[in-house]
């Protein structure tokens, strides 16, 4: 809810101003529903370069001074994934909400430890899955999960592009996290992963896998299959959902037709009478139908997100992607790294309550 509600608008700080902290600072401060107060780098130069002359928000390189602000409600955390676990339990510690970057911590138990600690307070705990709020998105889940698609069969997500070959992490932990918190926020309920099996390979002697394929087993039955890849010369941002009644193309690189849906498929049908060798021949037919390519609208996920969390905070509910969607990603994403470890071997997925 808004200032214009008459409630007053929540107040928050953001720590890490680096490359993805300004544009949360961006949106907040765009935001009716909250009110910016704090810019929290180690590095207070940044932060100050960031708010630039002439900005009211104060900038600091002491969290602790955040912390005890009593205007501060909530803490976006903006800082590399190795530190999202101290400094997310220490803003809620001192009771604040909190907003984290993707992915939610460094491992699943920090993850776990950091839900835990949200639930005790009964505070609201939020990974920021930014792709989950593209119109683009939000409108695959709505197809998905009424039904339009029928029953699902596959998902099958290509993110590939020549990537910067990250020091710290693999290709899986640095670019497959947008496929999983994706999958995740799309199956219907009741539909989930499994399993996982992840195969990789480090042609250019880089120290960790710089192309990978993952492949989920959902609970259904159907498959899940992610290709995410540093080395790629042509970039690749798409993702197919196929179901029983339509398709679903997600092109995230054609403004024209980013999401199609296609009534075009493979029917089969399995006539009583046959024997098994005549039924083989005469179950399957293909169908031919429209595509039809629904509108989106326009508009920054980020802003949609920063809403979300505004939402979750006044209504005490849990966020589209709050801290068990974050944790079900990371249990994926471990799972993913023992099976490349294993050479490949399906791994069962920890499950998340
Ligand atoms: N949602 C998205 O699409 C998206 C995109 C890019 C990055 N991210 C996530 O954002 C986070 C930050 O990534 P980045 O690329 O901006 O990193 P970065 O290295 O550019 O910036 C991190 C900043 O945090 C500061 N910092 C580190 N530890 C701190 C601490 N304890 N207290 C205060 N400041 C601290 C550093 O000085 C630095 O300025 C990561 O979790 C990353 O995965 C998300």
């Not at 491992?107 to 683009?136: I, K, N, S």
């Not at 994706?182 to 199956?187: A, K, N, P, S």
């Not at 195969?199 to 290709?227: E, F, S």
Request: with cysteine.
């Amino acid at each position: 809810m808004s200032s214009a509600s008459g409630e007053r608008p929540i107040g928050v700080a953001v720590v890490g101003a680096g490359y993805w902290g300004p544009n949360l600072v961006r949106n907040f401060q765009s935001s009716a529903a909250f009110r910016l107060r704090w810019l929290c780098d180690l590095d207070i130069s940044r932060a100050r370069r960031v708010l630039g002359e002439y900005s009211t928000v104060a900038a600091t390189a002491d969290l602790t001074e955040v912390l005890a602000d009593p205007d501060v409600d909530a803490i976006a955390i903006a800082t590399p994934a190795g530190t999202h676990l101290k400094v997310a339990l220490e803003a809620l510690r001192a009771g604040k909400h909190v907003l984290v970057e993707k992915p939610l911590a460094a491992t699943f138990a920090e993850g776990a430890q950091l839900v835990e600690e949200a639930d005790r307070r009964g505070l609201t705990l939020m990974c920021d899955h930014t792709y989950c709020y593209t119109p683009a998105v939000l409108r695959i889940r709505d197809l998905v999960r009424s039904g339009e698609l029928g029953e699902l069969h596959y998902l099958d997500s290509v993110r590939i592009n020549l990537g910067l070959v990250q020091r710290d992490i693999d290709v899986i932990w640095d670019l497959a996290p947008h496929d999983l918190s994706i999958i995740d926020h799309v199956l219907p309920e009741g539909v989930r992963p499994v399993a996982v099996a992840a195969h990789g390979a480090d042609g250019v002697g880089a120290g960790r896998a710089c192309v990978a394929y993952l492949t989920l087993q959902l609970n259904t039955g159907a498959i899940a299959h992610i290709h995410v890849n540093w080395l790629s010369p042509i970039k690749v941002r798409t993702t197919i959902i196929g179901g029983s009644k339509r398709t679903l193309v997600w092109d995230d690189l054609n403004p024209t037709t980013r999401l199609a849906m296609y009534d075009r498929g493979v029917d089969v049908s399995a006539p009583e009478e046959l024997g098994a060798d005549e039924r083989r021949d005469i179950m399957v037919s293909y169908r031919s139908g429209d595509m039809i390519a629904p509108a989106l609208v326009e508009r920054e996920a980020l802003r949609t997100m920063v809403e979300e969390f505004g939402t979750a905070i006044r209504t005490g509910s849990p966020a589209l992607t709050d801290g068990r969607s974050g944790l079900r990603v990371l249990a994926i994403l471990e799972a993913a790294s023992k099976s490349l470890a294993a050479g490949g071997e399906m791994v069962t997925l920890e499950v998340v309550k």
